[in-house]
């Protein structure tokens, strides 16, 4: 039985760089620890940061909270925002309700082109 060199050659590379990957773990585990303990270092950091958030919203009673957000929203205009507008897209006139741009709509649409 004759096997030829070309039909051998892909299977001698392909153990040969199986082997050769085999022997060779380029420091893998080390770097792999290495990032757990980065991992949960920076797990404690962050935790570190949620209690002292806490900490200082302890801080403040539910009366002081309350008392500050009608502050603010007394110096904004006492709640009030402004009405609502509807613009038409071919006037670009403002109205108070969709109904009224609707009708001008209606009246665009019957208008021969």
């Given amino acids: 039985m004759r096997v030829s060199f070309a039909a051998l050659l892909p299977v001698v590379a392909s153990l040969s760089a199986w082997v ?29 940061e949620i209690l002292e958030r806490r900490e200082v919203f302890a801080e403040f009673s539910t009366r002081d909270l309350i008392d500050e ?15 609502k507008t509807y613009g038409c897209p071919y006037c670009g006139k403002k109205y108070k309700t969709f109904d009224e741009v609707r009708l001008i709509w209606d009246l665009y649409e019957q208008l021969p082109a």
């Avoid at 050769?20 to 570190?48: I, K, N, Q, V």
């Avoid at 957000?69 to 709640?79: K, P, Q, S």
């Fill in 69 to 83: 957000l009608t502050d603010r929203l007394e110096r904004r205009g006492n709640g009030e925002s402004k009405p």
């Fill in 20 to 48: 050769a990957s085999a022997h060779y773990d380029g420091g893998a585990p080390l770097e792999a620890r290495d990032w757990m303990d980065d991992l949960t270092t920076r797990d404690l950091e962050y935790m570190g």
